[in-house]
């Protein structure tokens, strides 16, 4: 059972619009979570983080809304520039003392039209 | 700084060899992970380990092994590859208290 869903597997923006992309969760225990945005034939990297305590947090041009009673968040970048063409993974982390690891989803992949 | 090193950067591997893939990190985290990541599948955890010495099974661990004899190597060993271990592996690691993990360049295999 998929715990952490990325149901759009690609999605396509025009540069300087808004890019939004969703992620869905089934775990009640997560209380962390993150996005991680992917290069081809490079590693993931961190982009940005909320905690469940929280409904938004914001990082320049990045923000990550958490709706909890929905179990969903979504990661909004604003304007969209071609270097955000990547795709970007939503990751979980359960609550629980020692409970570093991370539940991916699938990933989309965005592409920025200039 | 490096961060996280990972070799070879990729292989060929006939079936039925024996295969270790290196990972090395330099930030001193203590718990360090694998996974692997397949087309339409995401990132799916194959081993961790939460400080040296210690290790554990991911969800998708059969085939694998990990040892953990110090803080900065997290090698992963294929005992006996198998077509379906073809795959881009990512080491990772992360600091204590902290959920943030930091990826590896990665290793692609495949297994022929």
């Known amino acids: 059972d998929q715990q952490v869903k990325q149901n759009s597997p690609s999605l396509s923006v025009q540069e300087g619009r808004i890019s939004i992309l969703n992620c869905d969760y089934t775990n009640s225990m997560f209380d962390y979570f993150l996005w991680y945005k992917k290069y081809p034939a490079e590693g993931p990297t961190f982009l940005i983080s909320?905690?469940?305590?929280?409904d938004k947090n914001e990082d320049g041009r990045f923000t990550v809304f958490l709706n909890k009673s929905a179990k969903h968040l979504s990661l909004h970048i604003v304007p969209s520039q071609p270097g955000d063409s990547a795709v970007y993974f939503c990751?979980?982390?359960?609550?629980?003392?020692?409970?570093?690891?991370?539940?991916f989803g699938k990933g989309t992949k965005l592409s920025v039209i200039p | 700084i490096a961060g996280i090193t990972q070799a070879p950067t990729s292989q060929i591997l006939a079936a039925g060899r024996r295969m270790t893939l290196r990972c090395t990190q330099d930030m001193r985290h203590n718990a360090m992970y694998w996974y692997r990541q397949d087309l339409g599948l995401g990132l799916r955890l194959i081993h961790y380990s939460n400080t040296a010495g210690t290790t554990g099974k991911g969800e998708v661990p059969d085939g694998y092994s990990v040892s953990r004899a110090n803080t900065d190597d997290f090698p992963l060993t294929l005992a006996s590859a198998v077509p379906s271990q073809t795959s881009v592996y990512f080491c990772?690691?992360?600091?204590?208290?902290?959920?943030?993990?930091?990826f590896g360049p990665g290793t692609r295999l495949t297994v022929l």
């Open positions: 990772a690691s992360s600091n204590e208290g902290s959920s943030t993990q930091y």
């Open positions: 990751a979980a982390r359960g609550s629980g003392a020692g409970s570093y690891q991370l539940t």
């Open positions: 909320i905690s469940s305590i929280k």
